[in-house]
């Protein structure tokens, strides 16, 4: 229903990107997508890049008057430092004189140069950097105001930084997003904000970098996303391969996954509940993430994403090999980051965002957004 497509490198001249299958009627303006792209460049430990290249965005086509039209929405996200790029990075015919040959471990380099029959790691790393989230986090936009519409909020927030691992037990509602957002490691929790912020500056210090794990909760989910039908249309799975997808993601947990394997059955499930008040059935405990059988349950969507420490270092110490003279070297360096965390927490919320509004057009259908919450408002009359 709803389909996206990214184009363009880090270095390039622009990233663009085509999202097809919105409503028509949809608000959505400039000013609200950059807004979540700024919202991308948040947190403590992320490098000098950050503060040199701005989003400078156009819609190109499919939004009249601050509303969508129902045909495919185009986005360009322009390079504020392509001048600095564009000899190195032109679709001119010829070469590079400074090709990059000495691939770093844990990236795409040199699997993608065996792939494409590359010699220049460069021809693999511009489209495998993380900048590519930034025309993701566009189209996400477009998903979480739609989502907004059937009064769905996405939100993260970091639970883990490298070692220090949160110790809050309340979960943040969607009202505490600012909160979150303005704390340097997007951590809800003050006590283990410190100790982040500590941690950051004791890798940065070493020319290291910092993994670590976000929490991603969509609130007012209805009953209903998703099928146990086919295995490719189960809710809980449509998340974990959008959430995996983001560059350096390495696990993703929906609910209490990894420790409810260790539990036995009479501990592992949430019970059913009816809520008289509400006239609707309701769960006692939040272990399954808000999804049962590949679909939702109505409770809150919860998902953890995990994060490797970025491969690029700046005091590159990786063993590697320079694939022209086969002899051990270390890798090379790149403008990189301490850590990307909190930015990738706001990357999961837009994945999160995609796949859930995704699956509500396929469950609501309308061409227009009238269309589709007349068709909501029925189904939920429904239910009660």
């Known amino acids: 229903m709803l389909r996206y497509l990214t184009a363009g ?61 129902g045909s495919p929405v185009s986005i360009e996200i322009a390079n504020t430092e392509w001048p600095k790029w564009e000899e190195e990075m032109s679709p001119a015919p010829g070469r590079t004189e400074k090709p990059l040959t ?57 639970v883990q930084l490298g070692p220090v691992v949160s110790k809050g037990e309340s979960r943040p509602l969607p009202e505490d997003l600012e909160t979150i957002d303005d704390s340097p490691v997007r951590c809800f929790d003050g006590d283990a904000e410190a100790a982040m912020v500590q941690e950051v500056k004791a890798a ?17 989910v209805p009953v209903g996303l998703g099928s146990h039908v086919h295995w490719d249309r189960k809710l809980d799975g449509l998340l974990a391969q959008a959430l995996m997808s983001i560059q350096a993601v390495k696990a993703v947990e929906l609910g209490e996954g990894f420790d409810v394997a260790s539990r036995r059955g009479s501990e592992a499930h949430d019970e059913i509940v ?11 405990s939040a272990r399954a993430g808000g999804i049962e059988g590949g679909i939702s349950n109505g409770e809150v969507v919860v998902a953890r994403v995990a994060m490797k420490p970025l491969s690029t270092l700046n005091r590159p110490v990786l063993r590697t090999v320079d694939v022209n003279t086969k002899e051990e070297t270390v890798s090379f360096k790149e403008r990189t980051d301490v850590t990307a965390v909190p930015a990738m927490g706001v990357v999961a919320e837009t994945m999160m965002s995609l796949v859930l509004a995704d699956e509500a057009l396929r469950k609501f259908g309308g061409d227009s957004l009238d269309e589709l919450l007349r068709n909501r408002d029925g189904y939920l009359a429904n239910l009660r």
């Open 9 to 69: 490198e880090s270095h390039g001249r622009a990233l663009v990107v085509v999202v097809e299958g919105l409503p028509a009627g949809l608000p959505i303006t400039v000013e609200e997508i950059q807004e979540e792209l700024a919202r991308r460049r948040l947190g403590f430990g992320r490098g000098p890049r950050m503060r040199f290249e701005r989003d400078e965005l156009t819609i190109l086509g499919g939004v009249r008057h601050g509303r969508t039209l």
């Open 102 to 158: 000495k691939p770093r471990p844990g990236h795409a380099d040199l699997a993608g140069m065996q792939k494409y029959g590359f010699d220049d790691a460069r021809d693999v790393l511009e489209r495998a950097s993380a900048r590519e989230t930034a025309a993701r986090v566009a189209a996400g936009t477009l998903a979480k105001a739609l989502l907004a519409q059937i009064d769905v909020a996405v939100l993260s927030h970091v």
């Open 204 to 220: 940065q210090a070493e020319g290291d970098s910092l993994g670590g794990v976000v929490e991603v909760l969509a609130y007012g």
């Open 274 to 284: 009816w809520d008289a008040d509400e006239r609707g059935y309701r769960r006692g």
